[in-house]
């Protein structure tokens, strides 16, 4: 099993800033992409980023230019930097991560999630 350990969540007020951590670990043989998304009361969870192997990353419209995601295969992890936060930005964050594991079967983990309240 892979399972992911996220840290970093937190209030803070408009403007601010948060760095989010997720790593993961178990029985992996590979990471083929590991990413954020958030989900808001009433709403559907949404796309935050995600970075491949390769380092080539996407990010939703609505934090592109604020936020960056960054990873370091060497570690298992992945870092969000959210930057100039917004009230519209609070959600619980959870990370997720896409890849093989030590028996070449496919998974697809979740994180429990961590709360990012944005607001003064």
């Known amino acids: 099993q892979v399972q992911l350990v996220e840290s970093g969540g937190g209030l803070v007020q408009p403007g601010g800033s948060l760095r989010l951590s997720c790593a993961a670990s178990?029985?992996?043989?590979?990471?083929?992409?590991m990413g954020w998304y958030r989900q808001a009361p009433g709403q559907q969870r949404e796309l935050v980023a995600t970075?491949?192997?390769?380092?080539?990353?996407d990010y939703g419209d609505s934090v592109k230019g604020r936020f960056t995601i960054s990873r370091e295969n060497a570690k298992n992890t992945v870092h969000l930097q959210m930057n100039s936060l917004k009230p519209e930005d609070t959600a619980v964050y959870y990370c997720?991560?896409?890849?093989?594991?030590?028996?070449?079967?496919?998974?697809?983990?979740w994180g429990q999630g961590t709360q990012v309240t944005v607001s003064s």
């Open positions: 997720n991560a896409l890849g093989y594991d030590s028996s070449r079967k496919i998974y697809d983990t």
């Open positions: 178990g029985s992996i043989f590979s990471i083929n992409r």
């Open positions: 970075v491949n192997s390769g380092h080539a990353t």
